[in-house]
């Protein structure tokens, strides 16, 4: 008889499911038209109604399945009881019947932690720039992300009324990564993708640096992640703090799983444990190809002025 599926895979399997109730809950509030939008620290800093809802749905549906798991979510909420509307149950077969990466067979539910972003690009989301939305779904373990679920509320949303909106894209390290169609940017350009709406002189200056054919400016961490591997851009670049741990480990697992690489300006990994701070102070450094090219030519100024 076969073996159960080990935990890594039924975590990641439920979050496939989960992320796509979240999806569900994204479209809805945007349908209903009251976005219940809130600023944090400012304009530029936003949530809505569905980060909310999201948040509690994909926390309260994995804490209830997996609940000696650490899980971290962007928005601080109060801790009211969840309805059971907001709870997913279901999971993806399709991934159980994979076979987990020998190194993840002995996770224990204690050891894993799982960063959500329920709503990665609230401004863009309030704007009614619907293909910039995901909702990002990280798991870790020994600091490491190690499997991630990103899912486009708005996939395909332009395609016309007949057209299948949203997708769910998934990926565990020693796996691979589904839901898409992996393509590497044109050889010899240099595309680089970066933030929109939280620009400075430093981010600017880091571009100019790198004497790109072409700057694509969108929301999102998760976005941009997949803009690296459709192939759209070849360096997601950012010489700023601000993105968090939950905005780069779902994206990171995927991009890693396809064999892409992620770091701060500096060139380090990011760490994922329970305890880390929650910023990514120095930046984001990310390719699917060619990272040293990038990495060495980020101006030794810029990363003098973002500090680990």
């Known amino acids: ?14 979050a496939y499911s989960v992320a796509e109730k979240a999806a569900t809950i994204v479209r809805n509030v945007m349908a209903a038209g009251d976005l219940g939008i809130v600023e944090k620290t400012g304009a530029n800093d936003l949530q809505t109604k569905a980060d909310r809802l999201v ?9 209830r399945k997996f609940p000696k798991v650490t899980i971290i979510g962007e928005e601080e909420l109060p801790t009211d009881e969840v309805t059971e509307d907001l ?6 077969e399709e991934i159980l ?8 067979t002995g996770i224990k539910e204690e050891e894993l932690v799982i960063w959500v972003d329920p709503l990665d ?3 863009e989301y309030t704007e009614g720039l619907l293909d910039h939305v995901t909702v990002l ?58 933030t929109r709406s939280h620009s400075s002189t430093l981010v600017n200056d880091c571009i100019s640096a790198l004497n790109p054919d072409s700057v694509i400016r969108v929301g999102g961490a998760g976005n941009k992640i997949i803009q690296l591997i459709e192939g759209k851009a070849s360096a997601y670049v950012f ?3 601000g993105c968090k741990k939950w905005d780069t480990c779902a994206p990171e697992a995927i991009l890693h799983a396809v064999g892409g690489k992620i770091t701060d300006i500096h060139g380090n990994s990011f760490q ?18 060619n990272y040293d090219y990038y990495a060495s030519r980020i101006p030794n100024t810029v990363k003098q002025s973002l500090v680990p």
């Open 121 to 123: 690009g609230t401004k």
């Open 137 to 194: 779904i990280g798991i870790a373990y020994g600091g490491k992300a190690i499997a991630g679920v990103i899912n486009q509320p708005y996939y395909n949303y332009e395609a016309g009324a007949d057209a299948v909106l949203g997708r769910t894209i998934w990926g565990v390290l020693g796996i691979g990564a589904f839901g898409f169609q992996l393509t590497e940017a044109p050889a010899g350009k240099h595309i680089i993708v970066t």
């Open 55 to 63: 948040q509690m749905s994909i926390c309260a549906s994995l804490a």
């Open 272 to 289: 994922y444990n329970k305890e880390v701070k929650h910023m990514n102070s120095a930046g984001v450094l990310a390719t699917l190809r």
């Open 1 to 14: 008889s076969m073996a159960p599926p080990a935990l890594l895979m039924r975590v990641v399997a439920s």
């Open 87 to 92: 709870i997913e149950d279901g999971h993806c």
């Open 97 to 104: 019947k994979k076979t987990c990466p020998a190194q993840y």
């Open 239 to 241: 010489a700023s703090a």
